[in-house]
């Protein structure tokens, strides 16, 4: 496989909170577009050979679970120890107010609107149209210091993606939460994940889709992990791994834009490999013991 | 454009035992006709997709199942994401973000304007503020653009019909109804997109779209192959137009209305 590998770019995060050296839109975006000539063709038996490793330690886990144990579904927060939402909702979270969520409504609200007139009251118009009156109940019956500070992460957040996010073009076909899951021995074991923007329209045996992943304030490296994983879960799906990846870090403005490379890929998926084969303990125990 | 999928869709079916295929459809028809005449007198029952997935399924496969109905973002995205694909096959709009953003405009103006059009969706809709409809849009976006980019549309002989249901009145109860939902239908094959996970029910959820083709068709000519496809993992599932399918279709209404289908239950 021949992936183009032009300038990876990770500005350095500012000291303290002042967004002072935050990316622009603009930067992200020609960043992005990059050498539109230049886009990869890779070998197609790739995405064959990742899943038959990962078939492989898939079934071992079957094999050890029980034919008859529920599926085993599986997201960045178990595999990668990720926390932020950029995996999407994981059924095994606990149930604490994450403002991550907010931040990711807001996102999305910004992608395909263009504007942030209120994040708090934005965010929780976004969570009421989700149908999560749960969350909304939450925020709304903090107390007014709570409430405060809330609203004023969020506006540093918002502040931040306004200046961040590029204004996608139509054309350009923005979709966010792109959800993925990949099952693995059958559908007993599920990988899943989700793409928090995908641009670009998919072509057969060409990488030619851009992944943009916000983080709202864990650590860098775990988010840029998840986006590599999203990245293996799309090649199983489609074939062919996004071209690019952007990570956007809403807390302090900075930004990261670097191409998907083969070894990004064998990296996670030996990183998988690696956690299904450990203590079966882990994987959760069969029904019947 | 996701190849496998076309080929499911514009591959040829395979030819079908005449004898064979008219002798099932007879099955069903006196099974359902069993099953209204059963059921006179009850209230009205619709057999749909997710009756026979309800049937089928445990509240661990399926979570979230018993809840009542409530229009979210995401119960209301095939609504608009299908009316959004339409208009981008009409050559009406040019990106489903525009195509998103049309549909919803249409909402407000419908209602607005007090147009029998508007439904119970549009008005929702058009409650939402701003931020409430671009989430909603955000998530219709999504589903249409993944529906939109995984087709060759080009490649039909014929433009498709796009997120029609089709519906089967029992001749003898007009309290039973069954529906066939499918978002793209070509001359030869049923598109239907699916979401959640991979599950035992889905032939029968499948096989009901058949059933019903199959009952609504006058003259020769065959049902088509019905595609289910899972966008998240772009996993495919078919049923062929044979007659096991309509026996399966058959025996998947019966479970949903409560009546037998052991066997059925169990093979799920």
């Known amino acids: ?289 | 454009m996701d190849s496998r999928l076309m080929d499911a869709l514009v591959e040829p079916v395979p030819a079908v035992d005449a004898v064979a295929w008219r002798f099932a459809l007879e099955g069903a028809k006196t099974k359902l006709a069993g099953l209204a005449v059963r059921r006179a007198g009850a209230t009205r029952f619709r057999i749909t997709d997710h009756e026979v997935r309800t049937a089928l399924t445990t509240e661990s496969d399926d979570p979230g199942r018993g809840e009542p109905f409530a229009w979210t973002a995401r119960t209301a995205r095939r609504s608009i994401g299908v009316a959004a694909v339409r208009l981008l096959a009409g050559r009406a709009a040019r990106s489903p973000l525009e195509a998103v953003r049309a549909r919803l405009a249409e909402s407000s103006r419908w209602v607005g304007e007090g147009s029998s059009s508007a439904t119970q969706l549009d008005r929702w809709v058009d409650g939402l503020t701003p931020a409430g409809r671009a989430a909603v849009g955000a998530e219709a976006v999504t589903w249409a653009t993944r529906l939109w980019c995984a087709l060759d549309w080009s490649s039909f002989s014929s433009p498709p019909e796009i997120g029609r249901d089709h519906w089967w009145d029992s001749p003898h109860s007009a309290l039973l109804a069954l529906r066939g939902r499918a978002d793209v239908r070509t001359d030869h094959a049923h598109l239907v997109v699916l979401s959640g996970p991979r599950r035992g029910s889905v032939r029968a959820e499948l096989a009901l779209v058949t059933l019903v083709e199959s009952l609504r068709l006058r003259g020769d000519g065959g049902p088509g192959r019905v595609v289910g496809w899972w966008p998240d993992s772009g996993h495919l599932v078919w049923v062929e137009p044979e007659p096991a399918a309509l026996t399966l279709g058959a025996e998947a209404v019966e479970l949903a209305l409560g009546g037998a289908g052991a066997s059925l239950r169990s093979a799920a």
Do not use: K
């Not at chain 1, 079957?62 to 599986?74: Q, S």
């Not at chain 1, 939450?138 to 957040?157: F, K």
């Open chain 1, 1 to 289: 496989m021949v992936l183009v590998a032009p300038r990876p770019l990770l500005r350095p995060a500012p000291p303290g909170d002042a967004p002072a050296d935050a990316g622009t839109g603009a930067e992200v975006l020609a960043l992005l577009r990059g050498d539109a000539a230049a886009r990869p063709r890779f070998d197609p038996g790739l995405a064959g050979g990742l899943r038959a490793w990962l078939e492989d330690a898939a079934y071992d886990v079957v094999a050890t679970r029980g034919e008859h144990a529920p599926p085993l579904f599986l997201g960045p927060r178990q595999l990668l120890g990720s926390h932020d939402e950029l995996s999407g909702h994981d059924p095994g979270a606990d149930d604490r107010l994450d403002p991550s969520r907010l931040v990711h409504t807001l996102l999305r609200q910004l992608v395909h609107t263009g504007e942030i007139h209120d994040p708090l009251g934005d965010a929780l118009d976004a969570l009421r149209a989700a149908g999560n009156e749960h969350d909304v109940r939450r925020i709304e019956s903090l107390g007014p210091a709570a409430r405060t500070a809330l609203a004023e992460t969020l506006a540093r957040h918002a502040r931040n993606l306004t200046a961040l996010v590029p204004r996608f073009a139509p054309g350009w076909m923005p979709r966010t939460n792109d959800r993925v899951a990949i099952p693995l021995a059958g559908g007993r074991i599920v990988l899943h994940g989700m793409f928090d923007l995908v641009v670009g329209l998919p072509r057969p045996r060409t990488a030619s889709l851009c992944a943009l992943g916000l983080s709202t304030g864990g650590p860098w490296a775990v988010a840029r992990r998840t986006l590599h994983y999203l990245s293996l879960l799309e090649t199983l799906r489609s074939g062919t791994p996004p071209f690019r990846l952007a990570l956007l870090e809403s807390v302090s403005g900075r930004y990261g834009v670097e191409d998907v490379r083969e070894e990004h890929l064998r990296a996670i998926a030996s990183h998988l490999t690696a956690w299904l084969a450990q203590d079966p303990a882990a994987h959760g125990s069969p029904p019947h013991g």
